[in-house]
């Protein structure tokens, strides 16, 4: 069964087609703003899932302190947009970064995310053609085993090192704990921010992260501000780690079921380049509103695989139907634009301006 709605978006858009809800969009907003004001913690959100300069000044205007960033493209394009306030949260290496990164710091407060020397040492390059020094701080690995200085002698030593060069100041940690792991992290931060303060350094931000991690915001203590992103439209991985209900999912894939060729399968439209091939760990590929024990069991580039055999209903050929992601960070970055609604309203479209920005 196609919605009203649903027909009307396959009519001026076509299918698939990323639609988000602009009243959930600015009640997930509001929801984590104010779980972050009530645990005295800033909001720094992460831009990576939404990459648009409108929804980020959205954030802001709500009560973040600033963004963040992953690549160097992201950042450019908020700062153009006039945002002044970036972290960019990733190892930044080699001389065209750099350049780019010191025409960043000439104007906005840029602050740069390191985990080794090697970083560190290209990092004044980018503070000198910036002219002003550059923020920097150090990442700490606290049980996810992705990036991120090991132990907290290690931070102790990479502080010091960023403090001693020229053109840089320490200016504290990133931390991305694990759901259950804050205990540990609490006990890494506790000895770095000791260990620094004996060499005469301080830690004026302590950044945590994480949309899984909200049944946490505020538990480390001496945590400066908090890094969400998924939450901006959530997904099913949200869902089920607890985070989001399927009433804040924003952001819904609208697919036509082109083929019906058996009983008990069929074809969307919508493939891996556009619902991705990212599980998450969960079975299927995301979760059809209309029919929600149909599995999107596998994938072609464009075609979705139906398995219907455990379905009470089964669409029909032309039927458009509304899919929540497995993750939706990875689909936005396939969009060009995404439709805005509101109830039964189109009210237009956003580009998604940082698309693709990959370095």
């Known amino acids: 069964m196609t919605t009203p709605l649903a027909a009307k978006i396959a009519r001026e858009y076509g299918t698939p ?16 703003q104010k779980a ?26 709500a009560g973040a302190k600033g963004i963040t960033c992953q690549k160097l493209g992201e950042a450019e394009i908020m700062a153009n947009a006039g945002i002044d306030d970036i972290l960019i949260s990733y190892n930044l290496l080699g001389e065209e970064k750099m350049a780019r990164l010191g025409a960043l710091q000439a104007k906005a ?17 980018a503070a000198a053609a910036s002219g002003r020094p550059l923020s920097v701080v150090v990442e700490c690995d606290t049980g996810r085993k992705r990036a991120g200085v090991e132990t907290p002698a290690e931070a ?40 620094v303060r004996a060499h005469g350094l301080d830690a ?53 079921v082109v ?17 991705t091939t990212d599980t998450g760990g969960l079975d299927g590929h995301g979760l059809i509103l209309e029919h929600p024990e149909a599995k999107i069991a596998r994938f072609a580039e464009e075609h ?15 039927d ?4 929540i992601p497995n993750h939706v960070c990875v689909v936005v970055n396939m969009m060009d634009e995404v439709v805005m609604v509101r109830g039964e309203e189109i009210i237009g479209t956003l580009p998604v301006a940082a698309r693709g920005k990959l370095r």
């Not at 090192?161 to 259950?180: D, N, Q, R, W």
């Not at 869902?239 to 952001?251: F, I, K, R």
């Not at 458009?320 to 899919?323: A, E």
């Open 156 to 195: 102790i030593a990479l502080a010091r090192e960023i403090a001693g060069s020229k053109g840089l100041e320490f200016a504290g940690f990133m931390l991305y704990p694990t759901e259950t792991g804050w205990a540990d992290a609490q006990k890494f931060y506790d000895e770095a921010l000791a260990g």
């Open 17 to 32: 087609c990323a639609v988000i809800d602009m009243d959930k969009v600015e009640r997930n907003i509001a929801r984590i």
């Open 204 to 256: 004026k931000i302590v950044s945590t992260g994480g949309t899984p991690n909200l049944v946490n915001i505020g538990k480390l203590k001496g945590g400066t501000e908090h890094r969400f992103g998924t939450y901006i439209y959530n997904d099913r991985m949200q869902v089920a780690a607890g985070s989001a209900t399927w009433d804040d999912c924003a952001l819904h894939i609208y697919s036509t």
């Open 109 to 125: 407060n840029m602050t740069v995310a390191a985990d080794n020397s090697t970083v560190v040492a290209g990092l004044p390059k």
């Open 304 to 318: 979705g695989f139906l398995d219907l055999s455990r379905s009470n209903t089964r669409p029909n050929v032309g």
């Open 320 to 323: 458009v139907v509304r899919i």
């Open 36 to 61: 972050c004001d009530e645990a005295g913690v800033a909001n720094r959100p992460h831009i990576k899932t939404h990459k648009n300069p409108t929804i980020a000044k959205m954030q802001i205007a």
């Open 259 to 275: 083929s019906r060729a058996a009983p008990e399968r069929g074809i969307l439209d919508a493939g891996s380049k556009t619902l």
